[in-house]
T-cell receptor, first 114, second 112 residues
Framework: GNSVTQMEGPVTLSEEAFLTINCTYTATGYPSLFWYVQYPGEGLQLLLKATKADDKGSNKGFEATYRKETTSFHLEKGSVQVSDSAVYFCALKVTQGGSEKLVFGKGTKLTVNP | NAGVTQTPKFQVLKTGQSMTLQCAQDMNHEYMSWYRQDPGMGLRLIHYSVGAGITDQGEVPNGYNVSRSTTEDFPLRLLSAAPSQTSVYFC???????????FGPGTRLLVL
């Protein structure tokens, strides 16, 4: 089946620290991969995406590379800010029977302290 | 564009009561979905729709009904609420062939 496994949180970092949130997936076929972010009290927003192997998605200083050989899509940022405090969800999209579905990981809560 | 809107923002129900969570989008998206978010569980798909008049079950459909009479609206109905349905509910929409799903702000539901 299709599933996403991401590192459990919570993750607490100091401002300007390096961030890695691991994400691995299991899927039939070649899914598109996403990172969504949920700020406190809000819905999810797309952070970045990659649609094929070796693609690198990037946005707001965050990056993730689609690694087909390791079935991974780890999220990284070189220097986090307090405003990056949020819950981060890794997800994959599969197309089955003409419909498209997103499968989410359980989320990783990040807290960045000044 | 307002994007994806959800009402109400917060609701308290007693066990056995019924209610409808509203979701609307003004982007003319074909796909619409309902998710529930529970601590430590991520988001789980309840029901989805690929267009007006077409709906299908997701991962956790029991206890919920949906209909899609228009492209814009995708209400989620709880016929007889149970405490296990206490959760945050998110509606999302997307355009066929595009990668991004757009999420509403969520409805927080408490069933006593």
């Amino acid at each position: 089946g299709n599933s996403v496994t991401q590192m459990e949180g919570p993750v607490t970092l100091s401002e300007e620290a390096f961030l890695t949130i691991n994400c691995t997936y299991t899927a039939t076929g070649y899914p598109s991969l996403f990172w969504y972010v949920q700020y406190p009290g809000e819905g999810l927003q797309l952070l970045l995406k990659a649609t094929k192997a070796d693609d690198k998605g990037s946005n707001k200083g965050f990056e993730a590379t689609y690694r087909k050989e390791t079935t991974s899509f780890h999220l990284e940022k070189g220097s986090v800010q307090v405003s990056d405090s949020a819950v981060y969800f890794c997800a994959l999209k599969v197309t089955q029977g003409g419909s498209e579905k997103l499968v989410f990981g359980k989320g990783t809560k990040l807290t960045v302290n000044p | 564009n307002a994007g994806v809107t959800q009402t109400p923002k917060f609701q308290v129900l007693k066990t056995g009561q019924s209610m409808t969570l509203q979701c609307a989008q003004d982007m003319n998206h074909e796909y619409m979905s309902w998710y529930r978010q529970d601590p430590g569980m991520g988001l789980r798909l309840i029901h989805y729709s690929v267009g007006a008049g077409i709906t299908d079950q997701g991962e956790v459909p029991n206890g919920y009904n949906v209909s899609r009479s228009t492209t814009e609206d995708f209400p989620l109905r709880l016929l007889s609420a149970a405490p296990s349905q206490t959760s945050v509910y998110f509606c999302a929409s997307s355009r066929r062939g595009e990668e991004t799903q757009y999420f509403g702000p969520g409805t927080r539901l408490l069933v006593l």
